[in-house]
């Protein structure tokens, strides 16, 4: 298994340019999350999945999308990119709360300029 | 989300015990206590969970307080490899999203 996969893995972006980090995984999981951490500080949920469709907000949400349209994908758009938004960004995903174990992706850091 | 509090950093001596506090005093009766550690350039990884009892696996012990107000992780013979940041959570029982809000963890340095 691959796990939770997260491509690109680097990226520099433009002030105002658009987009998408993608995060696939191949666990059939129903939970999945999204999650940035500047450096030196702790993880930040941004948004989160419970299953196909649904989707809400976590922590900090703004000037992000996301959409579930399938189980094993959750990607994450970024409009208007900010310089407030370069960190590293990790996709998670986990089966079920009785499984509580949360697996998540190497990341993807996003630099904004 | 009921909060947890972490010393900002620990050191240890490679192959020696290590016992990682962590406070929770405002903890509920559905509140699971998970930790997760995270290393260098990496996404974080589950350590272990429990809810009243003492857990065991093969990469730690978790020992909880009878009132459920503290918890600490037990790496039993500590390794190079174990440096990491380690993130003490409380996950939410109710929570139909189950979701980890991560605090700023305590820093783990293994000396040789």
């Known amino acids: 298994n691959a796990g939770v996969t997260q491509t690109p893995k680097f990226r520099i972006l433009k002030i105002g340019q658009s987009m998408t980090l993608q995060c696939a995984q191949d666990m059939n999981h129903n939970y999945m999350y999204w999650y940035r951490q500047d450096p030196g500080m702790g993880l930040k949920l941004i948004y989160y999945s419970v299953g196909a469709g649904i989707t809400d907000k976590g922590e900090v949400p703004n000037g992000y999308n996301v959409s579930r349209s399938t189980t094993e994908d959750f990607p994450l758009r970024l409009e208007l990119a900010a310089p407030s938004q370069t960190s590293v960004y990790f996709c998670?995903?986990?089966?079920?709360?009785?499984?509580?174990?949360?697996?998540f992706g190497q990341g993807t850091r996003l630099t904004v300029v | 989300d009921a909060k947890t509090t972490q010393p900002n950093s620990m050191e240890s001596n490679e192959e020696e015990p290590v016992h990682l506090p962590c406070n929770h005093s405002t903890i509920s009766g559905t509140d699971y206590i998970h930790w997760y550690r995270q290393l260098p350039s990496q996404g974080p990884e589950y350590v272990i969970h429990g809810l009243t009892s003492n857990v065991n696996n093969r990469m730690a012990s978790l020992a909880i307080a009878e009132d459920r107000k503290s918890s600490t992780l037990i790496l039993h013979r500590a390794t190079l490899r174990d440096a990491a940041v380690y993130y003490c959570?409380?996950?939410?029982?109710?929570?139909?999203?189950?979701?980890?809000?991560f605090g700023s963890g305590t820093r783990l340095l293994v000396r040789p």
């Open positions: 959570i409380l996950r939410d029982g109710k929570d139909s999203s189950y979701k980890l809000i």
């Open positions: 998670a995903s986990s089966h079920s709360r009785e499984l509580n174990e949360a697996f």
